[in-house]
């Protein structure tokens, strides 16, 4: 990655400075995990205004969770301050700033993961995971790049494979087996390509059968992502790609919100990293 | 990888121990999960926001958990009971909703429409979620019955929902049990 990349980024100066030689790579992998997280976090964003309308017209009083883990203000600065504070991250290299923007937007994602209003989109969990991530890398910028960066590579990996055993953990119970939990949430009305083709083409008994082979495959494919900590970091991140990919094409184009910030990781994992570069006069 | 485990320990590398050992300690948590009644019956506490307590709840609220167990839910005026539940479930003459994309049963034995459907997780989400609970300002009253199964446990959970003032209505949980 040319080092002239960064050129009108913002310069360290004094003691915080951190080494030339190695810094553009390893800023350049956290700025496009950073990227990803706010792909996710606005992936949705048409859906946003409707959502933030709902919220405060019609207000659920619930005895199990706080009040201010239902307040509609919270959930929107727990929304936009990580999505604030990435995109100056994508202009900043002071690594002050790099962890404690990693380190909010993990506390924000999690108040996302406990509020009331967003508790169960999946998005905020993956996005918390991703974020850990980068509070670990944050951490350990400066230290030796080619020790960093392969790290940086296997646990990338290790959180995709957990992501994607929590998947396949919870479909090991005959509805998912049988085929009967997908065929009620996609076969049966779903509008989605997929689902509209198979409908369009097959009688309701054939369908369910289809059903069938379809939450299988998804069974095997995500058990099969869950074991991939176990290959070299490339082959693992080729693998993820395609399934992350194949998901949001056979299954639903919402799932993107999920999906964005774990395919950050996965180019983490594809990076080959490049040699430690002397600065050149047009270094910044 | 086991090259990359004993480098961190000899290495004394903190920031890389705490994530691992995060990421260990929730692994092995989820790989309990097929094993242990008990730990199977506290993950179904959490998709029904049955957990002891807040705090309880939210701390698993970081497991990885997307497209999990079976969970179902029918919405109704009027209680309903197991027998109707259970005849509902078996059933699949269902109409799709045409204003919010509901799946919906025109019941047959009942003179009320029940409103039914399979979540992909946390079937308490159409009480709470916004594309949901959109539809409160149509039924502000009614009784939410939800389901949820793994392996060979299963979950239901009862809740009442109640209009507060024209802008605020009230979730209150009658009841949670296993079965």
Redesign the interface.
């Known amino acids: 990655m040319s080092s002239t990349t960064f050129a009108g980024s913002a310069t360290l100066t004094g003691p915080e400075r951190l080494p030339k030689p190695g810094v553009p790579q390893v800023i350049v992998l956290y700025r496009v995990v950073v990227g990803f997280i706010i792909a996710s976090l606005l992936w949705k964003c048409s859906f946003y205004p ?2 933030y309308t ?13 009040r201010l ?1 239902s307040s509609t203000l919270v959930l929107v600065a727990l929304l936009l301050t990580p999505v604030a504070l990435g995109m100056i991250a994508m202009f900043v290299r002071r690594k002050w700033f790099m962890i404690t923007q990693a380190t909010v937007t993990a506390i924000c994602m ?1 108040g996302m ?2 509020h ?2 967003s ?4 998005t905020f ?2 996005c ?2 991703v974020s ?2 980068c509070i ?1 890398y944050t ?2 910028i400066g230290s030796p790049e080619k020790e960093l960066i392969s ?1 940086a590579k ?2 990338a990996i ?2 995709i494979s ?2 994607f ?3 396949t ?8 087996w049988s085929g ?2 997908l065929y ?2 996609y076969f ?2 779903r509008d989605f390509w997929i689902f509209n083709l198979l409908r369009a083409n097959f009688e309701p008994e054939t369908l369910r059968d289809i059903s069938t082979y379809y939450s299988r495959m998804i069974i095997l494919a995500e058990s099969a992502c869950a074991l991939l ?2 290959l070299p970091s490339k082959i693992a991140g080729g693998v993820a790609m395609t399934v992350l990919l194949g998901i949001v094409v056979f299954s639903n184009e919402q799932l993107l919100s ?1 999906m964005f910030c774990l395919v950050g990781l996965t180019i983490v994992a594809l990076h080959d990293p490049k040699p430690v570069s002397v600065a050149s006069p047009a270094t910044t | ?1 086991l090259y ?1 485990l004993k ?1 961190i320990w000899k290495s004394r590398d903190i ?2 121990a ?3 050992l ?2 260990l300690a ?2 092995t948590w ?2 309990a ?2 094993l242990s009644t008990s730990v199977q019956q506290t ?1 179904l506490r959490r998709f029904h ?1 049955a957990s002891s307590n ?1 705090p309880a ?2 701390v698993q ?10 969970n179902k839910y029918w919405f109704s005026h009027r209680p309903l009971s197991q027998d109707v539940i259970n005849e509902l479930s078996n059933e699949d003459t ?1 109409i ?1 909703n045409a204003t919010g994309g509901m ?1 919906v049963r025109r019941d047959t034995g009942i003179d009320s429409e029940i409103v039914s ?6 079937p ?2 159409v ?4 594309d949901e ?2 539809h ?2 149509d039924n502000p009253k009614g009784l939410y019955y939800f389901r949820t ?3 060979g446990q299963e979950i239901k959970s009862t809740f009442k929902l109640q209009p ?1 003032t024209t ?7 009658l009841e949670t049990s296993f079965e």
């Open positions: 409707a959502v709902v919220y405060t017209q019609f207000r659920m009083e619930d005895d199990f969770f706080p883990m999690f993961c406990i009331q209003g508790y169960n989109d999946v969990l993956t918390f995971w850990l991530w670990w951490i350990k790290q296997k646990f290790l959180i957990l992501i055993f929590g998947g953990i919870g479909k090991l119970t005959p509805g998912y009967q939990v009620e949430i049966i009305d900590w176990l999920v | 990888m990359f480098q920031p890389s705490a994530l691992l995060i990421i929730t692994g989820m790989a999960l097929p993950f926001l807040y709840w939210a609220q970081i497991v990885p958990s997307m497209y999990n167990f079976e269902r799709v799946t459907n399979m979540i992909n997780h946390f308490t989400r009480a709470t979620f916004a609970r959109i409160l300002k199964r793994y392996r507060g802008t605020e209505f009230k979730l209150r949980r």
